[in-house]
């Protein structure tokens, strides 16, 4: 089972800031990764897969990078909406589809 | 547009039984892998289980194997969760989603279940 790894824990961040999130894996996923948003009381929603490309709808300030082992979720300027949990997700070598633990995006 | 709706959650008793449901709308249900994905109160998100698009082809997480069966019934855009022997540890909402080339790109609004005496 690939294990994910996300870090920070949590991230406190002031609006209009950039906030950058890693993921690590604990083997080669080459850029098969998605990432995940998550508010309180909702449904987790999808916005990146392949490590680098925007869902339908997500806004451009966010952006995707990385393959292999090592990946960046990079939110440019944050909005009052986006803070929120997210969570990486492997599909390299599944089942089992394995998420990292998410990393909470606070205000500062 | 796509819409997945659980229903089935509540409250049991440690060793009973729930089955919840995934009702599902705007694809072509039978084309695509389906799964469960589940929360515990507080913590991160887990997978469960999935179906393929066919129901021949089922996967489950070692966590529930052997307690947990899922199905689908593509004559009624509908999938399935049917929870034996329930635990306290399986407290969690459960989200059924749709999957495309691996990636979950569509996610119900989840249902809570509630294990405790």
């Known amino acids: 089972e690939i294990v994910m790894t996300q870090s920070p824990a949590t991230l406190s961040v002031s609006p209009g800031e950039r906030a950058t999130l890693s993921c690590r894996a604990s083997q080669s996923v080459s850029s098969n990764l998605a990432w995940y948003q998550q508010k309180p009381g909702q449904a987790p929603r999808l916005l990146i897969y392949g490590a680098s490309t925007r869902a339908t709808g997500i806004p451009a300030r966010f952006s995707g990078s990385g393959s292999g082992t090592e990946f960046t979720l990079t939110i440019s300027s944050l909005q009052s909406e986006d803070f929120a949990v997210y969570y990486c997700q492997q599909y390299n070598i599944w089942p089992p589809l394995t998420f990292g633990g998410g990393t909470k995006v606070e205000i500062k | 547009e796509v819409q997945l709706v659980e229903s089935g959650g509540g409250v049991v008793q440690p060793g009973g039984s729930l089955r919840l449901s995934c009702a599902a709308s705007?694809?072509?249900?039978?084309?695509?892998?389906m799964l469960w994905v589940r929360q515990a109160p507080g913590k991160g998100l887990e997978w469960v289980c999935l179906i393929s698009g066919d129901g021949g082809s089922t996967y489950y997480a070692d966590s529930v194997k052997g307690q947990f069966t899922i199905s689908r019934d593509n004559s009624k855009n509908s999938l399935y969760l049917q929870m034996n022997n329930l635990r306290t540890e399986d407290t969690a909402f459960y989200y059924c989603?749709?999957?495309?080339?691996?990636?979950?790109?569509?996610w119900g609004q989840g249902t809570l279940v509630t294990v405790s005496s």
């Open positions: 989603a749709k999957e495309t080339q691996g990636r979950l790109d569509h």
């Open positions: 705007g694809f072509t249900f039978d084309d695509y892998v």
